[in-house]
């Protein structure tokens, strides 16, 4: 199925609201882009929630909504929006939706313009407590070892450089794999240290090791292309940038050749770096700012997935965990 067009900057907007309300929307708007450094995906998509709010509530009220109606809303109402979206939309997408609209009603107050205490007493849905998939340390040795196996015998050498280059940077620096194809080729670390920006223009900076800048020095060495300092580290067969795709797709190739799960995917080795580093006992806060995680409640997800690892591996070996 084709991904829906982005809307333009006119087009987020409610349907009914007044001059007051939608000066104040867009106010709001202004400042995720400029004082919190929303990125442009993040601003659209709690744009939309708070816009499918507002065009519920003037629904809901029966007619062109305003300031002074936003703080007329009971708890009643709020939870009218919630039960509206059950049928339609994901626990997750909603929770979302009423943490854009919390943060628009704290704008409000915030600028004087308004104020809703009910909202405070509206609890979202109860979302599952994720955990990370990560990959053991023989799956993880194994697909490193693999991924410089032309994916087709006609594949040029090259590709097979650049792709483990990729993956140990997600694996041996723990990287997003956004962060890491918006590398450029004047981004590579001629010492033992990476500077990478994040989420938000966070920048943060991580231990590299040998080997990792080992991939990245080898595989420039054997790209075909033109690699100047302002340009992509990594490109595809055009020389372009490559894609995220691309890199997913090798993925799924070695998924298959190996027999690995579903979930070994090009973030679940951002996950394994974590995971691996916990159980050789790093410490959660360092891991924390090896991730470039804002709350440590983010990280301490990597707590699970190790308990989780050693009740398995209790499970298995105890001889009293294997009577019945």
Known sequence: MARPAALTREQLVP??????????????????????????????????????????MADHTGGVLSVSDLDGLRPGDFRAWLASRAQDYARASTARALSAVRMFFRYLEREGLGHNAA????RGPRLPRSVPKAL???????????VVV????ETPGWQGARDLAVLLLLYGCGLRISE??????????????LTVTGKGGKTRMLPVLPVVREAIDDYIARCPHNLPADGPLFVGVRGGR????????????????????????????????????????????????????????????????????????YARAHPRARKG
């Open 180 to 193: 890491a194809l918006q590398m450029n080729r004047a981004d590579v670390p001629d010492g033992d240290a």
């Open 150 to 153: 032309p994916a087709q015998p």
């Open 15 to 56: 349907r009914a609201v007044d001059a007051r309300l939608a000066r104040a929307l867009s106010a709001w708007r202004d400042g995720l882009e400029s004082e919190r450094r929303a990125s442009e995906h993040t601003v659209a998509a709690y744009l939309r929630d708070v816009i499918a709010f507002l065009d519920f």
């Open 119 to 122: 909202i405070g007493a509206v």
């Open 242 to 313: 490559l894609g995220a795709r691309a890199v997913q797709q090798r993925m799924q190739d070695l998924r298959a050749v190996l027999g690995l799960p579903r979930e070994a995917t090009p973030h679940a080795l951002r996950h394994s770096f974590a995971t691996h580093l916990l159980a050789s006992g790093g410490d959660l806060r360092a891991i924390q700012e090896l991730l470039g995680h804002a709350s440590l409640s983010t990280t301490q997800r990597y707590t699970d997935v190790d308990s989780a690892r050693l009740l398995d591996v």
């Open 136 to 146: 053991s340390g023989r799956e993880t040795e194994e697909l490193m070892q693999a």
